[in-house]
């Protein structure tokens, strides 16, 4: 056994980048050995953890530390606990941080076969890796917990020095998730650890310059995304469909629309274009449907009256409209089940 250590973490949004960077500090300043960071999509799910039961058999770290993902039924009752169960083994010690519902719900089988699970509902992974590590004691780590803490539970039309940052950030990272560059986002972990990611009040050079570029595709996006908006009524609820492009998954494209949109809808249904497999909901928080139920039945999760989850096949331009049939399908079924 090396003294290695896994971070398996969510690598869509800044919060499980920076759970990541938190706990790599961490591991560093314990000389725990090498630390090995894989962000995780949740459409990449099932491809990626035989990979990693396949690295850990060989590297066979001392311990794992999962951050910010869910615990949903693709991973407990799809067949992925297995793989976790056995690297789990092979490991002195393995701890799951998150703080959405379905890991809550599944605890008890995750406490079962050996890992330690830190769940509050109020606390993103973030901040439950400072808390958990003692680095909310310092002032750097601790801000880059509060920019995490205040991006996850944003609400439409909130502005703040914190949100703002995790938006930039946010960013940076649907740009190496479009391209596919994960040693892009391991970068930008071992950047925010070893403080190399600000420079002042702004953006290390480096850093500002992928944020430019991104910026730059997202305007071409938005302007797509405004291209692809149907309107369509399920039950008693109405509905705002779009199609976005990989720049601007997972939170990015919806959040805009619920902004814009929010007062006249009650859900953002976002679909994502190839080569993605992920989609969202996001509801207004005083509509009844039970958006994180409907995830969940779909095989995902989310909280807080939003959620995503992942289809087996990407969504191209021409399959758009037959698919929003499905979805709505989908949704009216699970309003019949669910008052029945």
Request: hydrophobic content about 40%; charged content about 20%; some cysteine.
């Amino acid at each position: 056994m090396t003294n290695a250590t896994f971070i398996i973490h969510h690598g869509e949004d800044p919060d499980g980048v920076i759970a990541a960077s938190i706990i790599s500090e961490y591991c560093a300043r314990q000389q725990q050995g090498m630390v090995h960071c894989f962000p995780l999509r949740y459409d990449t799910l099932e491809q990626r953890f035989p990979a990693l039961v396949e690295a850990g058999a060989e590297e066979k770290p001392r311990r794992i530390i999962v951050a910010d993902i869910n615990a949903q039924r693709q991973i407990v009752e799809g067949g992925l606990l297995v793989p976790l169960t056995h690297l789990s083994s092979l490991v002195d010690g393995t701890l799951w941080l998150d703080h959405h519902p379905a890991t809550a719900q599944h605890q008890d089988q995750l406490e079962k076969i050996g890992i330690e699970v830190i769940f509050d509902s109020q606390k993103c992974a973030a901040l439950l890796a400072a808390q958990y590590t003692g680095l909310n004691r310092e002032n750097y780590f601790k801000h880059l917990a509060q920019i995490a803490q205040a991006h996850d539970y944003a609400i439409p039309g909130q502005r703040n020095k914190q949100l703002a940052a995790g938006n930039q950030l946010e960013e940076i990272i649907a740009l190496a998730n479009a391209t596919g560059d994960e040693d892009l986002l391991r970068h930008l972990v071992q950047d925010l650890q070893q403080q190399r990611y600000f420079a002042g009040k702004d953006l290390a050079p480096q850093w500002a310059g992928y944020l430019s570029e991104s910026q730059r595709q997202r305007a071409e996006a938005f302007s797509q995304l405004e291209k692809t908006l149907v309107r369509e009524a399920v039950g008693k609820y109405s509905i705002l469909f779009a199609l976005a492009p990989p720049i601007l998954s997972q939170k990015p494209a919806p959040r805009y629309l619920q902004e814009k949109y929010g007062a006249e809808i009650d859900l953002v249904f976002c679909l994502f274009a190839a080569p993605f497999r992920n989609h969202m909901i996001f509801g207004r928080k005083d509509v009844s449907f039970d958006v994180v139920g409907f995830c969940q039945q779909m095989g995902g999760g989310g909280r807080n009256n939003a959620g995503g989850f992942t289809r087996d096949s990407p969504i191209t331009g021409a399959e758009y409209s037959a698919v929003r049939e499905v979805m709505k399908e989908k949704m009216a079924e699970y309003l019949h089940s669910s008052s029945a």
